[in-house]
């Protein structure tokens, strides 16, 4: 009999599932029906094989990635095959669900003595499958080096499929640039938590982080040495480098969503072109992290030029759907001219097959009804979004009091910032996105999303240290139904995930308000 995800608590009391043998309902983000099944266990033992769609390549690569993570721990050899012998454990990886509630994202498992069944209806399914899986297994799991013990799951069934379609991590390259590696890194701990789409914020007043073959200068005098934050954030990203992040992600199920920022914060792209201001002088380079000063010259025909031949050249490089052009904090742009900037530059991205995306200030403009707006403010109302929904804009929830990963946890949180208020693990966990905002209700909300903005952050321990565990809780909010939403249940099974980071070198951050395993 199915039922809601109960607390760990709860069905360790039922089935006898200790800490060691995670229960099935113990996963984040909590999952949409768990049924355990008392005294059943699957064991992964030297002889397990992982079975994938037969036919299906993007099966087979889901089901070696997944034997590439539980090889290093077990030391088993876990051959990948697309039909398996009698008798032999198996983790078997198929589609045909032939279940529409599982969408294109979720699964189906079951966990039985002699074998695990993952059903989808697409290989983004059995992926989410497999981070569920890596989490029912004992912690030692995610052990980089070999550890004796027995490797077992608890029996059970679960259905699981997502809330929301979008459920996002952001990363500010442009106040501080983070390398591919770290991008990659961070790539790896968000999907473990089903976060599908990474934002990448590429521009602001003091970097420029992509390359544009069209626009040279914007790399080779704004991403390089003194840019960044005090001077000490210099790097970009070549399309080459951008390519490979984009299939690294996108064969962990995350997609890019790249971002560039104007009308405002374009200091950076102002002192490589000198000609994108209105008196074509070039202002000094900023190190310093003052907002809402830059502006594009809206009336001149060269800034159109320039905003067209960025988003062609940035589009071609990105298969995902959304293409992000910032709109936020224009404080420098007279309101008609950033409306009739916004009108102008909403429909490019269209023509060059995207859907644009912007920060909530893009809603004063009509054209922003066919685009996905970005809740940053923290107010629980907001007019001129309200009405945008009523003209058909979807809306990404991020209300910077809640979900902005870059505000510090309490006062002595060495790094971050303070603004929007402190943000305990709590609080980022808290809140139901559908009521959130006034008038912006379930139909209108295409997801969540946890920016992280690095004014204070440079090395990937930084970044780990804001976002861990936060990011969990926006990650839950995003994935799983608000029927599951509960904070003495999700900080339960925040408290024993802890180990999981420490095993994987994860630098989270220890919030007393968790009881750490
Ligand atoms: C506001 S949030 C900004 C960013 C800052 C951030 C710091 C938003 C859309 N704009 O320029 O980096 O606050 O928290």
């Not at 249940?489 to 095993?503: D, K």
């Amino acid at each position: 009999s199915a039922q809601p995800a109960a607390p760990p608590a709860a069905l360790a009391g039922r089935s006898g599932a200790s800490s060691d043998l995670p229960a099935l309902s113990s996963v984040i983000p909590a999952p949409v029906e768990v049924t355990q099944f008392a005294g059943t266990t699957f064991r992964l033992g030297p002889a397990t094989i992982i079975r994938t769609q037969p036919g299906s390549p993007e099966s087979r690569a889901v089901g070696e990635r997944f034997a590439r993570e539980l090889r290093p721990a077990t030391g088993y050899k876990l051959p990948v095959v697309p039909v398996s012998p009698r008798f032999v454990p198996t983790i078997a990886l198929l589609l045909g669900a032939d279940d529409a509630r599982l969408g294109d994202e979720g699964y189906r498992m079951s966990v039985g003595a002699a074998s695990i069944t993952v059903r989808a209806n697409k290989p983004a399914g059995l992926y989410a499958g497999t981070r569920t899986l890596l989490q029912l297994l004992p912690k030692e799991i995610d052990s980089p080096t070999p550890v004796r013990r027995v490797w077992r799951i608890a029996g059970g069934s679960i259905v699981d499929y997502p809330r929301y379609a979008y459920r996002g991590a952001f990363l500010d390259e442009a106040r501080h640039f983070h390398t591919p590696d770290e991008i990659k890194a961070y790539v790896d701990e968000i999907s473990r938590f089903k976060v599908n789409y990474l934002h990448l914020h590429l521009s602001d007043d003091q970097g420029w982080r992509i390359q544009i073959d069209s626009w040279p200068k914007l790399t080779t005098v704004s991403g390089g040495a003194g840019t960044g934050v005090d001077g000490e954030g210099p790097g970009f990203l070549t399309k080459d480098q951008y390519r490979e992040i984009v299939a690294y992600a996108a064969a962990r199920y995350v997609t890019i969503v790249p971002e560039i920022d104007m009308p405002g914060h374009v200091n950076a792209a102002q002192v490589a072109y000198p000609e994108l201001t209105c008196d074509g002088v070039a202002p000094p380079p900023r190190t310093d992290t003052e907002v809402g000063y830059s502006s594009l010259c809206i009336g001149s025909e060269t800034t159109y030029r320039f905003v067209e031949d960025v988003i062609r050249e940035l589009a071609a490089m990105t298969p995902g759907l959304y293409l992000h052009v910032g709109g936020d904090e224009a404080h420098a742009t007279p309101e008609a001219d950033y409306i009739a900037f916004e009108q102008r530059v909403l429909p490019l991205v269209a023509k060059y097959g995207k859907t644009a995306y912007g920060w909530n200030e893009i809603t004063k403009a009509p054209a922003a009804s066919a685009a996905v707006a970005q809740y940053w403010n923290t107010d629980t109302t907001n007019p001129t979004v309200a009405a945008a929904v009523t003209r058909g804009t979807k809306v990404v929830m991020s209300p910077a009091n809640q979900a902005y990963l870059d505000m510090k946890y309490d006062p002595s949180t060495p790094l971050g910032l303070s603004w929007a208020g402190y943000i305990e693990v709590r609080t980022a966990y808290d809140w139901e996105p559908a009521t959130r905002l006034a008038g912006v209700g379930e139909s209108a909300i295409l997801g969540v999303e946890a920016p992280l903005w690095s004014e204070t952050l440079r090395s990937l321990d930084d970044i780990e240290f804001m976002a861990f565990p936060r990011l969990a809780g926006i990650a839950e909010l995003g994935w799983s139904p608000a029927s599951t939403h509960d904070w003495a249940s999700f900080s339960a099974r925040l408290g024993a995930y802890g180990p999981r980071w420490t095993l994987r070198d994860v630098n989270f951050y220890p919030s007393p308000q968790i009881t750490w395993a």
